[in-house]
């Protein structure tokens, strides 16, 4: 059974910084694809980045430079540094994970069948 938990979001003024965790069960992070999504109100949910144990790792253009995903094997956990945060980050964030690699359509949701509930990231201006 797997069971995957996203924790780290929370309030930044626009320029700072958060880390998002994704820790699991019933999975291991070295083998396997884990991607972070994010959803807006009223948006559909969007990829925002992917690493996988053969490739990536890849971002969306808006994140590139300011986000950065890892792969802790040791302790399997998968984190998201976010920097120099802008308001339009502001979102809802899940990470998901499923067997395989990234792929070209690593930004698309129904590539992951296992999702873990959302954190919060509020970003004010």
């Known amino acids: 059974d797997v069971q995957l938990q996203a924790s780290g979001g929370g309030l930044v003024q626009t320029g700072g910084s958060l880390r998002l965790s994704c820790t699991a069960s019933?999975?291991?992070?070295?083998?396997?694809?884990v991607g972070w999504f994010r959803q807006a109100p009223g948006k559909e949910r969007e990829g925002v980045a992917c690493v996988s144990y053969s490739d990536g790792p890849n971002y969306i253009g808006d994140v590139k430079g300011r986000f950065t995903i890892s792969n802790d094997v040791a302790n399997n956990v998968v984190y998201l540094q976010m920097d120099n945060l802008k308001p339009e980050d502001t979102s809802v964030y899940f990470c998901?994970?499923?067997?395989?690699?990234?792929?070209?359509?690593?930004?698309?949701?129904?590539?992951?069948?296992?999702w873990g509930q959302g954190t919060l990231v509020t970003v004010s201006s």
């Open positions: 019933g999975v291991t992070f070295d083998a396997a694809a």
């Open positions: 998901a994970a499923d067997s395989g690699w990234c792929g070209s359509q690593w930004y698309q949701p129904r590539r992951f069948d296992f």
